[in-house]
């Protein structure tokens, strides 16, 4: 069975840059898998911030962009802020209606 | 605007079914998106359960596939979640969302209810 993958932790100073990324166990990461990234604080539910690969979705900040890099679908924040410490999620879409979520990375702000 | 809310027990005793409506309000359930259920066991990740179509179309992960049923009401415009033979690992938040259709990402979550499975 076809694994998706995330770092599970990252840290990033204020005002720097991260990329997260989203793998396969199996294979490479292609637009066809319609990459999307989500955004979740505790308690909350998950908030949507990008789609089919680097398409942001409605009132998201154009600090947070997505693309593929290599063979991978990539999560970029550029100029990190303080609320931007949360768990990212990605989702790759594989076919036959099946969708699988990455474990998370906990992204640290310091 | 869109809003999902989910709704359901909160307690589930092990081996019964766990069942969760969401009711969908601001846009009609046949008016062409796809509806999902979602869950987070306390403390961990997401994962998906499945989707369905308003037409009756599902697709469920295949680890919970035999477990699962989702349907559609459009009368009362709403979707629904049963999960049999649940035990303690089947504790975990229960999200309903909505998904694009043909780019099969979310655009609207429900809140989210915990499902607690526990004698």
């Known amino acids: 069975q076809t694994v998706v993958t995330q770092e599970p932790s990252f840290s990033v100073s204020p005002g720097g840059t991260v990329t997260l990324t989203c793998g396969l166990t199996?294979?490479?990461?292609?637009?066809?898998?319609?990459p999307s990234w989500y955004q979740q604080t505790p308690g909350q539910a998950p908030r949507t911030l990008i789609y089919s690969t680097n398409s942001r979705s409605s009132g998201v900040p154009d600090r947070f962009s997505g693309s593929i890099l290599g063979n991978k679908a990539a999560l970029t924040i550029t100029g990190a802020q303080a609320d931007d410490e949360s768990d990212y999620y990605c989702?790759?879409?594989?076919?036959?209606?099946?969708?699988?979520f990455g474990g998370g990375t906990k992204l640290t702000v310091l | 605007q869109v809003q999902l809310q989910e709704s359901g027990p909160g307690l589930v005793k092990p081996s019964e079914t766990l069942s969760l409506t969401c009711a969908v309000s601001g846009y009609f359930i046949s008016s062409g998106s796809y509806w999902g259920w979602i869950r987070q066991p306390p403390g961990k990740g997401l994962q998906w359960i499945g989707t369905?179509?308003?037409?009756?179309?599902?697709y469920y992960n295949p680890s919970l596939k035999s477990r699962v049923i989702i349907s559609v009401d459009t009368s009362k415009n709403q979707f629904s979640l049963k999960l049999t033979s649940v035990t303690a690992a089947d504790t975990a938040v229960y999200y309903c969302a909505r998904l694009k259709r043909g780019t099969w990402y979310v655009d609207y979550w429900g809140q989210g209810t915990l499902v607690t499975v526990s004698s």
């Open positions: 199996s294979g490479s990461v292609s637009t066809s898998n319609y």
């Open positions: 989702v790759l879409y594989m076919g036959s209606g099946i969708s699988v």
């Open positions: 369905t179509y308003h037409s009756g179309s599902t």
